[in-house]
């Protein structure tokens, strides 16, 4: 008896040991690809593609130390990457470029068209931004000036939609500005359909909680047949209002709350809430709170939007961290709806409510890639602004997000500071699985690495 007590406590140990390896360790290592990173290398949830796989080939663009795109191509085949290049070769005399070396939102996105030919956006913060376009299919060799298509945008997210046309949707003016889309039918080399406001949480009539100066920062997905557009957003106070849970007035980066959604029905242009009632658009403070308000942080901090998975049957799912003991130290959330209503889950704890994620779902599984472990506590200048982790981490769920296991740890060996993980759009269709991009640095002056990680 006493030796089948001990072999089933070895068994039992054996077995631990195993899970705790394989929770800590990725078989398969990130790679760096770029060394000459600038903060927001890598933009957070609010911002994308920043790589579009067409072929072959993956091509990803990043925000530099000088504040300047790059470019660089990842082979799928060989898994070998080109030798980056600047993209404002030839157009430095047209640009200020002091101001992209301040200015971390003129971060680059990237997107292929429906005849493959490459498009690359930067320079957007409240400005027309440049717009580039390669001169041959699949191809980065060479690239001519695209159209402006609105004379102030920010925070660009790119989508493939019905009819293989090409959806751009965007903050128009600063921050108190609204958030609309518009649509190109020849995949961006021409924009004539008007924009189409969405969200404008200060619009009249302001009679919202604290509306006359309420923003917002949205994230976005397009169902599968590219007719439904799934737009979360989190609510932004734009002028100083003090914070009763931290007992104290929060500065711009955590003065953000809540967690609101609706959907647009794009051929229509009509939109509706989870429970597929119809909502006015463009969507004031007041519709958000009484129509579209999925979780009341209670004053709890919810930085930069979530990110979104859409199940087969188009259903929205949401990952984003949301603060708790202070305005930085949190915990990561998957939130989904069932037997109507909202379920939010715990994940993990992390320290920055700006610490990015990814969520994908595939046959049921969800999996949440995330910055956590110790990271930044107080805010600080430099690459450190907007938070950072010790540890990237994949987490997955097999019960729709009831429960949650530390899957696998995709840090780098090196000790340093991480953020801002980014997917790979396949195509402009989907999301490629197992594999995704982030960045880290070792000190607040230094510069950015970027990561891939291809777990193929």
Known sequence: MKMIQTTRFLVASLAVICALSFANASAVEPVPFADNGG????????MYPQAVAVGDSVHIVWRGKDGFPYLATYRLDNRTF????????????????????????????????????????????????IHLISEKARSTESWVRGPSFDESVSYPKVHR?????????????????????????????????????????????QDG???????????????????????????????????RRYNRVLDDHTQRYNLYYLAVDLPSGKAFNIQGREVKLPIRKKT????????????????????????????????????????????????????????KTPITETLHPFNASHLEMNNGVLRAFLIAGGGETIVE???????????????????????WALRRNLTPAASRKFQSIQFISKGMKSAMRDVVLFYGWNDRDGTGTAYLWDAR
Request: include cysteine.
């Open 39 to 46: 903060l927001k290398m890598l933009y957070d949830n609010r």
């Open 82 to 129: 080109s030798k980056p290049r600047m993209l404002l070769e030839g157009l430095l005399d047209d640009v200020k470029t002091s101001k992209y070396k301040r200015d971390h939102h003129y971060a680059p996105v990237i997107w292929s068209d429906q005849n493959e030919f490459l498009h690359v956006l930067f320079g957007c913060h409240n400005s027309a931004g």
């Open 161 to 205: 939609i019905y009819g293989d046309r090409t959806l751009i949707y965007f903050r128009h003016t600063g921050h108190l500005g609204w958030w609309q889309y518009r649509v190109s039918g020849d995949g961006g080399r021409s924009w004539n359909e008007p924009p189409r406001p969405v969200v404008d949480l200060n619009a009249e009539p």
């Open 209 to 243: 909680e604290h509306a006359p100066y309420a923003g917002s920062y949205n994230t976005t997905a397009v169902s599968a047949d590219g007719k439904r557009l799934h737009v979360a957003f989190i609510w932004k106070v734009e002028d100083p209002v003090f914070n």
């Open 288 to 343: 958000a709170d009484k129509q579209c308000l999925v979780w009341d942080t209670d004053e709890r901090v919810a930085a930069v939007g979530p990110s979104i998975a859409l199940d087969t049957k188009d259903r929205p799912h949401f990952l984003l961290p949301v603060s708790d003991k202070t305005p930085h130290a949190g915990r990561f959330h998957f939130v989904c709806f069932e037997n109507g209503a909202w379920r």
């Open 381 to 403: 200048k430099g690459m450190d602004e907007y938070g950072w982790g010790r540890r990237v981490e994949q987490w997955e769920s097999r019960d729709r997000g009831k429960s």
